[in-house]
């Protein structure tokens, strides 16, 4: 299985500024997507991170929201722009090394926004 | 209706109990079914994997698909307090279609095992 680092584990933002979550993998991937899950709720797919191309966003998330970057095989950053209380969730980044394999977790990062 | 269905509990039995968690889905292309384990304050960790209809055993855990009846089940056997968390059931579809290798979740059953 994959090791897949998040930074940071935790922050708590002022509403208006932005954050940037970085996600690492120990080796490479195929596959790498960001989730959210808000408080006493279960995983919601943000985005699909594309390595060297844009992102494929799910419906209800846009890219001047939430725009990701993922420069490389073992890489992606995910950013909260201009931050609101209800953005206040966990962030989980997760990978696949194909469709008929499995998928896990990082360790997520807990924002919250006040 | 959502596409996966799942009793969100709570659960709560004693030591050594055999415990049932399940999950209903509708989307008929579904083929790849996880179970996960997610401590408070942690990601969710992956317990059990399968592809397809069928059982597949693991130590204490032990997970059913029935592709027929859209039903998966996980099952943990003499269960301990350490088991307590939140089970999440997640599966994804085959090739093909917009959200390549994307996983749906179920609203997750909290357990509790008490001693």
């Given at each position: 299985s994959a090791v897949i680092s998040q930074k940071p584990s935790r922050d708590i933002c002022q509403r208006g500024t932005s954050l940037t979550i970085q996600c690492q993998v120990d080796s490479q991937v195929t596959m790498m997507f960001w989730y959210r899950q808000q408080p006493g709720q279960s995983l919601t797919l943000i985005a699909t991170a594309n390595q060297g191309s844009e992102a494929t966003y799910e419906s209800g998330f846009v890219i001047d929201k939430f725009p990701i970057s993922r420069p490389n095989l073992t890489f992606s950053t995910l950013t909260v722009s201009n931050m609101s209380p209800e953005d206040s969730s966990i962030y989980l980044c997760s990978v696949r090394q194909g469709i008929s394999t499995e998928?896990?977790?990082g360790q997520g990062t807990r924002l919250t926004v006040v | 209706q959502k596409e996966v269905e799942q009793d969100p509990g709570p659960l709560s039995v004693p030591e050594g109990a055999i415990v049932s968690l399940n999950c209903t889905y509708s989307n008929s292309a579904f083929q790849y079914f996880m179970w996960y384990r997610q401590y408070s304050r942690k990601g969710p960790e992956l317990?059990?994997?399968?592809?397809?209809?069928?059982?597949?055993?693991?130590?204490?855990?032990?997970?059913?698909?029935?592709k027929s009846s859209k039903y998966i089940s996980l099952f943990i056997r003499d269960s301990q307090p350490s088991?307590?968390?939140?089970?999440?059931?997640?599966?994804?579809?085959?090739?093909?279609?917009?959200?390549?290798?994307?996983?749906?979740?179920?609203?997750?059953t909290i357990l509790t095992v008490h001693p």
């Amino acid at each position: 299985s994959a090791v897949i680092s998040q930074k940071p584990s935790r922050d708590i933002c002022q509403r208006g500024t932005s954050l940037t979550i970085q996600c690492q993998v120990d080796s490479q991937v195929t596959m790498m997507f960001w989730y959210r899950q808000q408080p006493g709720q279960s995983l919601t797919l943000i985005a699909t991170a594309n390595q060297g191309s844009e992102a494929t966003y799910e419906s209800g998330f846009v890219i001047d929201k939430f725009p990701i970057s993922r420069p490389n095989l073992t890489f992606s950053t995910l950013t909260v722009s201009n931050m609101s209380p209800e953005d206040s969730s966990i962030y989980l980044c997760s990978v696949r090394q194909g469709i008929s394999t499995e998928a896990f977790f990082g360790q997520g990062t807990r924002l919250t926004v006040v | 209706q959502k596409e996966v269905e799942q009793d969100p509990g709570p659960l709560s039995v004693p030591e050594g109990a055999i415990v049932s968690l399940n999950c209903t889905y509708s989307n008929s292309a579904f083929q790849y079914f996880m179970w996960y384990r997610q401590y408070s304050r942690k990601g969710p960790e992956l317990l059990m994997y399968t592809y397809s209809s069928g059982n597949k055993e693991d130590g204490r855990f032990t997970a059913q698909v029935d592709k027929s009846s859209k039903y998966i089940s996980l099952f943990i056997r003499d269960s301990q307090p350490s088991d307590s968390a939140t089970y999440l059931c997640a599966m994804s579809a085959g090739a093909g279609g917009t959200s390549y290798g994307k996983l749906t979740f179920g609203q997750g059953t909290i357990l509790t095992v008490h001693p």
